[in-house]
């Protein structure tokens, strides 16, 4: 079981910017998916990106044209570069990956406010 930690969360003003990071415990080369999620207080987790180990990347509607998915599996990590921030991108972000694509963080929050 792959053990993965996310950072760069924080607080940040509507229309700004921040970059996440999702560290994994060991090589993620066999990750054929990995992806991001989040959570609002009172709503379901919800898929924000995916990116596969062939390049394809998927986006929530809400996010296209704004957040950038990435993985470099020599650093064994995945990103997710968030501009253009909303109040309702504010939620726990979390990320998935492993081999059968069954592992997830801890979560790190994201609040977006003014």
């Known amino acids: 079981q792959v053990q993965l930690v996310e950072s760069g969360g924080g607080s940040v003003q509507p229309g700004g910017s921040l970059r996440l990071s999702c560290a994994a415990s060991?090589?993620?080369?066999?990750?054929?998916?990995m992806g991001w999620y989040r959570q609002a207080p009172g709503k379901q987790r919800e898929l924000v990106a995916l990116?596969?180990?062939?390049?394809?990347?998927n986006y929530a509607d809400s996010v296209k044209g704004r957040f950038t998915i990435s993985r470099d599996n020599a650093k064994n990590a995945m990103y997710l570069q968030m501009n253009s921030l909303k109040p309702e991108d504010t939620a726990v972000y979390y990320c998935?990956?492993?081999?059968?694509?069954?592992?997830w963080g801890q979560g790190t929050q994201v609040t977006v406010s003014s």
């Open positions: 060991r090589s993620i080369f066999s990750f054929y998916t």
């Open positions: 990116t596969t180990k062939v390049g394809t990347t």
């Open positions: 998935r990956g492993g081999v059968k694509f069954d592992s």
